[in-house]
């Protein structure tokens, strides 16, 4: 089976414990205001253009079908309208100024690759994460990877926003020793303008997900303006308490390096110029999710 991904991230610290190997998903049912990856939201292949690493040797130009790559009175021009995301200029451009977001690959092709640094999970006690994106959208794909990883003893993990029936959460269950849920608000009606969708499901999945062996670790992205207060985080924190397999609740500040990337497709980003929230902030808002006797992280 084949599946589409934007990247394989090696030596991965940050997505599980241990040393991992990160498979992000291309393909995502939220539409998150603040997404740090935006290129892996849209499910087909997007071309990045990053006009800064643009050498101007024009070595695209005649492998473009589209007429997307052009020459302006000998300076590169790139009208994204015509772009159809073919990834031959990104193939010939080495300065790295176009980048094709979106691969299709099989899982055998995804799992050689994660196995090759089999030793370096086994010594830290790593693994593979499925990330995205969100790795439901290819559920298919997903229980794929991990059968695959599970029978070479490949520890696994899923990060996951949770917004799918329990249906489709109970495909690659069984095949997961670890899941990272993404919990952004409790609100109904914040977490809809924020990420374009309904949180029904979430909750319904965490009740179910209460009744199962899986650890669980829940992170919140704290985005400045959206869910920054103590009382957000206190709520979501509070709902968090009842779940026996909890290992934590980690609090993860807001990254604004992902601006590049919005200007590299095209798009407008809502939180441009937004800053790194202040350590005194972060702090106060683990002190007030501690209170509900759950342990706490933040990056």
């Known amino acids: 089976m084949k599946g589409l991904i934007t990247d394989i991230q090696r030596f991965s610290l940050h997505d599980g414990p241990g040393i991992r190997t990160t498979v ?84 055998q092709a995804v799992l050689e690759e994660i196995l090759q640094d089999r030793a370096y999970y086994q010594r830290s006690g790593g693994g593979v994460t499925l ?66 969708a309904d949180n029904r499901l979430i909750h319904e999945n965490l009740r179910h997900l209460a009744q199962v062996q899986v650890p669980l670790i829940i992170r919140t992205p704290v985005i400045p303006g959206v869910n920054d207060s103590e009382p957000v985080i206190a709520r ?24 590049n990337k919005y200007r590299a497709l095209g798009r407008e980003n809502p939180f441009q110029g937004a800053a790194w929230l202040p350590e005194a902030t972060m702090e106060c808002l683990a002190r007030a999710a501690e209170g509900y006797g759950i342990r706490v992280k933040r990056d």
């Open 131 to 196: 990330s995205g994106g969100e790795v439901l959208v290819q559920k298919d794909f997903a229980r794929e990877i991990l059968a695959l990883c599970r029978e070479q003893g490949v520890p696994t993990a899923i990060e996951t926003n949770l917004c799918a029936t329990w249906e489709d959460l109970q495909t690659v269950l069984p095949l997961t020793d670890l899941l990272l849920l993404d919990v952004k608000h409790w609100d109904a009606a914040e977490h809809r303008r924020w990420t374009g």
């Open 236 to 259: 979501i924190a509070e709902c968090l308490a009842g779940l026996p397999n909890l290992l934590y609740y980690e609090l993860l500040r807001f990254n604004p390096l992902g601006e």
């Open 24 to 107: 992000f998903f291309k393909g995502c049912n939220l539409n998150c205001a603040w997404c740090h990856n935006p290129e892996t939201i849209n499910p087909k292949p997007e071309l990045l253009y990053y006009e800064s690493q643009c050498l101007g040797c024009l070595h695209c130009i005649p492998v473009c079908p589209a007429g997307a790559q052009r020459a302006v009175d000998g300076q590169h021009r790139f009208e994204r309208d015509r772009c159809i995301a073919c990834g031959r200029c990104a193939a010939v451009c080495y300065p790295g100024a176009a980048v094709l977001a979106g691969r299709e690959v099989s899982a």
